[in-house]
Each structure stands twice: as C-alpha cells, then as structure tokens.
C-alpha cells in the first residue's frame, strides 16, 4: 500500500505540527515514523473480511516550506502479509485518517503480478474507501531456474 499525502496550502500548517510534535520546524527521523504510524492504524485493510496488519516500509516528509507551498507531499508505503489461494477474493480498504482535514481519492493500480486479476472495484462516495474484487489465478507449476553457475 502506498499512501500519498498533499496537505493543502490552508491545512499545511496544521498537518506539519501534527507530525513536528517538539515544534522545532523539522521532522525527525522518530516524529516521522510515529506519524506514519498513526496513519496505518487509522487505515483498515480487510481481505476475505479478515483484518490484515499494515507493516511500515518506508516513508518520506517534505520540508514545511514545500507543504505551505501545497506542493509538498507525505508518501508512506506499508504492506501486509496474505497468502491467498487461487480463487475469488475481497478486498477492503478505508482511510480514518482525519476525516476533519482531509479530502481524498482512492485507486486500484494494476497489480504487479500476472496471477493476479482485479474483477471489480466499488468507491464509497467520500473517496475513504475502496471494495475491489480479485482473482488469484492457479500457481502455472514448477518453473527452471536460471542460476548465474555458483
């Protein structure tokens, strides 16, 4: 999951001090990750209607002059751990970080692996949240390997 964050030209100041707890006017290596943080726990991500946990990869803060310029943008990227069968699966994804500040839009991308097929995808109206259908395809069988001769 990668999250992108623009807070607008009117919100900016706020967010970075939602984020700069010791208001020092920079993002410390720790003030990022707890931000982070927060925002995976407000994020719920179901698959089959059962909970996955978000594990943080990584994550990037722009400097507050870019954010109250509106063109700095928070990106957090997180994953979960599923191991699917082949079949039909669901998928839920809401966003209750800050419903007060925010105005967001969610989207599907096309998934990196060819076993892996979106069916359908239903938006709540509010952008908060996503429901896509999926099809795990079947493993094709074993594969060679190619190994470099060591």
Sequence with gaps: MKTDLTPGVDVAPLVFSLINTNHDGRISEAEGRAYANRVLEETAIEVDGRR??????????????????????IRIEARASWRGTPGRHSLSYQNNHRPDLGVYLVNALVPASREIEITEQNRDPRQRGIRLGFNVMPFPGPKSLITDGH
Excluded at 55 to 72: I, K, W
């Design 52 to 73: 996955q946990h978000l594990d943080l990869v990584s994550f990037q803060y722009p400097s507050f002059q870019e954010m109250t310029a509106g063109v700095g943008t």
